[in-house]
């Protein structure tokens, strides 16, 4: 039986692997038999993708690591609750934009 962090990583997972990706087909019809295409970092800035999950060095002082990005809230909350199940003792945030969502400090211990 998987428990509910074992879940809400593989949706994660799932939701992140697709967000990278957009339908399109070999040429220009409209058949139904699309393919997945790789998004240029060129062609697509990351104003869509409001929401980051970074994870922070030892001394909490910058970004080491930014783990997830994505458009959906939910997916990012559910990215960022991964990621403090798989750092616990490290300075997780959650971001929209500039501001901070939420955030994980670890253990003091």
């Known amino acids: 039986m998987r428990t509910s962090s074992q879940v809400l990583d593989s949706l994660a997972r799932q939701a992140l692997d697709r967000t990278a990706y ?3 087909s070999d040429d220009d ?4 038999g699309g393919k997945l295409a790789r998004f240029d970092k060129a062609s697509s800035g990351r104003e869509d993708l409001p929401y980051r999950i970074e994870l922070w060095d030892e001394a909490k002082r910058s970004v080491e690591q930014v783990l997830a990005v994505t458009a959906n809230g939910s997916i990012g909350y559910a990215a960022f609750y991964a990621a403090t199940r798989e750092h616990p003792g490290r300075y997780v945030t959650l971001r929209h934009k500039n501001s901070i969502v939420s955030r994980w400090n670890g253990p003091d211990h």
């Open 22 to 24: 957009h339908v399109s």
């Open 29 to 32: 019809s409209d058949d139904a």
